[in-house]
């Protein structure tokens, strides 16, 4: 019965060292050409990117108006900031190419040396918006009797800065194809295939000189905006960027 056993068990292994070498066989070339293949780096391949930029009109004026007032109780309070808001409300209702809506409200208690409350006081806002900047103008001029100026800003609508993004690309790529035929010519290819490219548009930046003139209009409430109002411009930028395989 040992016997029967142990040649069981030698034959057992006889038969699994030869399956285990093979196995470790096949497994080599395989593992051998995976390393090969992650160190393997494509000869003539060129990283490049280019960017295009505009100036472009701010077509979008937003004014702000606002109106302040102290009272001796929340409700009375609220009942006045109301009326403000839907007397200027109803000046801004049917003005042709200006948008109007409510901005921020807010009651607030004020209180004596000794923490006790001895007044209440309140703000309430209207915000204009309008691609017409003399219209907006006027608007605003009409309601300074009610409401007064506190903030005026420009800024670039999504029409206007898709419609810049869009011409921008066109230059973008027509520069990134340029340098690649630029720069396979110069290391002695004759033509260039495109691995990859990435089209990004950046963000609009305002130019800081026209945000400053609305902080110092904002610093004189009760002064009215003027009658003509001059928009800034804004930089709106793609970036192209990506690699070729030169030929």
């Known amino acids: 019965m040992k016997k029967k056993i142990t040649g069981t068990l030698a034959a057992a292994l006889t038969i699994a060292v ?19 293949d992650a160190r393997f780096q ?17 077509d979008v004026v937003t004014i702000t108006l606002f109106y302040e007032q102290e009272a001796s109780d929340p409700a009375s309070l609220t009942a006045t900031l109301n009326q403000r808001t839907d007397a200027a409300m109803q000046k801004a209702r049917g003005v042709p190419g200006v948008s ?10 004020s209180t004596d040396r000794d923490g006790r409350i001895s007044a209440w006081r309140g703000r309430t806002e ?14 605003a001029g009409d309601i300074a ?11 670039l609508s999504p029409e206007a800065q898709r419609a810049a993004e869009k011409k921008l690309s066109g230059e973008a790529i027509s520069s990134f194809r340029d340098q690649a035929t630029a ?19 950046m963000g609009v930046m305002p130019r800081p000189v026209m945000m400053m003139n609305a ?27 990506g690699s070729v395989q030169m030929r």
């Open 183 to 201: 720069a396979a010519r110069a290391f002695g290819y004759s033509s260039y295939t495109i691995r990859e490219v990435n089209v990004g548009h």
């Open 18 to 36: 030869p399956l285990a070498l093979m196995f470790a066989t096949t497994l080599a070339p395989r593992t051998a050409f995976a390393q090969s």
């Open 126 to 139: 209207v915000v204009l918006e309008s691609h017409d900047f003399t219209a907006a103008s006027k608007l």
């Open 100 to 109: 109007a809506r409510s901005g921020q409200f807010s009651i607030f208690p």
């Open 215 to 241: 902080r110092a209009m904002a610093a004189d409430a009760k002064v009215a905006p003027p009658m003509s109002l001059e928009g800034g411009t804004s930089t709106v930028t793609v970036n192209v960027s």
């Open 42 to 58: 494509p000869a003539g391949v060129l990283s490049l990117s280019a960017q295009a930029s505009a100036e472009v009109p701010q």
């Open 145 to 155: 009797s009610i409401m007064q100026v506190g903030n005026v800003q420009f800024s």
